[in-house]
């Protein structure tokens, strides 16, 4: 992984834990993430998008949470997948 897209996630992930919305956009952009960057940034948590605009560090799972983080888990595996396919495979 390049030194890039590590930056860009942790910069993600710090928007995230501030609620920068806009940083939040702007990082998922640079990874390679447009228009679905609040789905992006889900699957990244885990967590609903109301447990992100709330705070991640601050809001407990509900038991829907605990259901979605399952089904949120299955899509990142795939996620991950088509941009290693797409990105970082054709670097290869």
Partial sequence: MSDDVRLNYCRLWQSILRRNEHDMQVHSRRLGIEKMYPLFVCIVTGRSWDAVTQGVDQTAFSKSEVTFA?????????VIRLFYETRVGRAC
């Fill in 70 to 78: 399952q089904l949120v888990f299955v899509i990142a595996v795939v």
